[in-house]
């Protein structure tokens, strides 16, 4: 079979490409990988051997507006298109919602039930033509992912049965599970970490404001900086804060060091998308024994309270830094490692699960 997956970012920052790749057996199938290199800078891509790469060449900063974006979008519409004519693939998997609606028109006519969507951004579900779009990508499917079950709710009840969870876990994490335990490094402080892309300056500040020179905590920011990165570390300066750190961006295993010196983990988002997402880092929490902190009323917050594995509280809150302090001084190590068992658990039986569903599809 000739698989097209058809990504819309750099390759190390689609980690759940590996779903999808772990389940595909490259020697017995034809398979393709579309990738977009928006900073123009080159990527180790020897950890996909066997498969062929189509690299889209645009810059294109993500921290910008998704209407300043348009023209980059439309020329990678032209660049998708040409290999899908060129190449006659037999079927193809879009990892993002993008994706998918950019090529709708070629996608329900030419691919109807040769394709699998991974939905993972509900940003303009309030814009009615789109979500008739998404409707109809789900419809014409062979499989539908979501990242988060509470993007069921955009998705039309009628396909349920097509519907599965993804989960956005990286499995070479679970070899690390004790990475913390083992090699742990003490502190007097209480260390809270955010790794990712470095985006949502209004909240980020807010923390930084909260817990800047709070000599109980420390504040560590890993991960890719653009402008909003540096118009923190800019306030970071304005403020003098002395116990808020940058380090710049990361690779993959790179984790398993600083966790070693992680107490909480910043899951704090706030719009319309991540207040519904599961992100990387609920699963890093549950795999590496980490209590995570989000934000009042999000799904994740929601999934943290229900499981015993987090704490919901709200940076705008005037008790937010005395609140966290609170609940880490009240947290009960065994216990909560058992709470994280539980919810990992049922995690790993979903993502099993949808292996199979993949691995049926490409051994037809």
């Avoid at 807010?206 to 900086?225: A, C, M, Q, T, V």
């Avoid at 319309?272 to 209590?291: E, Q, R, V």
């Avoid at 009042?296 to 005037?318: H, I, L």
């Amino acid at each position: 079979m000739k698989i097209l997956i058809m990504g819309f970012s750099k390759i190390k920052y689609m980690p759940y490409i590996n779903f999808y790749l772990g389940n595909i057996d490259v020697a017995a199938n034809d398979v393709h990988l579309l990738y977009w290199n928006r900073d123009l800078m080159p990527e180790d891509t020897t950890v996909l051997k066997g498969v062929t790469l189509h690299e889209f060449l645009c810059l294109q900063e993500d921290d910008t507006s998704k209407l300043s974006k348009i023209g980059s979008f439309l020329k990678y519409r032209r660049y998708a298109l040409q290999l899908l004519a060129d190449e006659k693939f037999d079927f193809v998997i879009f990892l993002h919602s993008l994706p998918g609606v950019l090529l709708f028109d070629k996608l329900t006519k030419r691919y109807a039930g040769r394709y699998i969507f991974d939905y993972r951004d509900s940003t303009y579900e309030w814009f009615k033509p789109y979500k008739n779009i998404i409707r109809k990508l789900v419809k014409a499917s062979n499989a539908t992912f979501v990242s988060s079950d509470a993007f069921r709710r955009f998705l039309p009840e009628s396909e349920k049965n097509k519907i599965f969870t993804s989960h956005n876990l990286l499995t070479d994490s679970l070899a690390h599970r004790d990475e913390k335990e083992k090699y742990g490094v003490p502190s007097d402080k209480i260390r809270i970490a955010f790794w990712g892309f470095i985006r949502h300056e209004e909240i980020n500040r807010e923390i930084i404001r909260k817990l800047s020179n709070d000599k109980r905590f420390e504040l560590h920011y890993y991960g890719r900086e653009q402008q909003i990165a540096q118009n923190l570390k800019a306030y970071v300066a304005q403020v003098r804060a002395e116990n808020v750190f940058f380090h710049g961006e990361y690779n993959p295993e790179d984790r398993y060091l600083f966790v070693r010196s992680t107490d909480l983990i910043h899951n704090i988002y706030k719009d319309s998308n991540t207040m519904l997402a599961i992100g990387n880092k609920y699963y890093d929490g549950l795999i590496f024994y980490i209590p995570q902190l989000c934000m009042r009323g999000s799904f994740m917050g929601e999934k943290c309270t229900e499981n015993g594995v987090g704490f919901e509280c709200d940076p705008f809150d005037d008790d937010f830094s005395d609140a966290i302090y609170n609940y880490f001084g009240k947290i009960e190590s065994l216990s909560f490692r058992r709470s994280c068992d539980k919810e990992l658990e049922k995690v790993m039986k979903e993502f099993d699960e949808g292996k199979k569903l993949c691995r049926a599809i490409f051994t037809k």
